[in-house]
């Protein structure tokens, strides 16, 4: 699937503003205030930005930090990662493959088998409830 590559301008006009603040310009939500954090909806989590599949209700999960939490990406190549060492902190950043957008990061701290923990913005999301 072709990169979406949009001017800002566009983006701009296509989001609200947290939703652009948070996907196109990399800021997070305040925990506990997202809409997704504490949802329990059956469904597909996709992209707010270009509507790709990222995350699965079945791999969501309570963990108690005040985002949406996921224990892996609906499919590995929905999902790009890049070094983050923003805030003094070293994290790995997670953002949509399709068209760049900030998702949130990925944690070690996860549940068993894999012990990961995908904390994710709700407003980089769009759930397609069953």
Excluded at 29 to 45: P, V
Excluded at 71 to 87: C, M, V
Aim: aromatic content about 10%; proline content about 7%.
């Amino acid at each position: 699937m072709p990169k979406i590559d949009k001017p800002d301008a566009e983006w701009r006009a296509q989001l609200s503003e947290m939703q652009y603040q948070v996907a196109r310009q990399k800021d997070t939500e305040r925990a506990f205030c997202g809409e997704y954090w504490d949802c329990h909806d059956a469904g597909t989590y996709r992209c707010v930005c270009c509507g790709e599949p990222l995350f699965a209700s079945e791999q969501k999960f309570g963990s108690g930090c005040g985002w949406p939490s996921f224990t892996a990406p609906l499919q590995a190549e929905g999902i790009a990662e890049a070094d983050d060492r923003t805030h003094g902190m070293r994290r790995s950043e997670v953002m949509c493959s399709h068209c760049g957008a900030h998702l949130g990061h990925v944690f070690p701290d996860g549940p068993p088998p894999a012990g990961l923990r995908y904390c994710i913005n709700s407003a980089s999301l769009r759930l397609d409830k069953k």
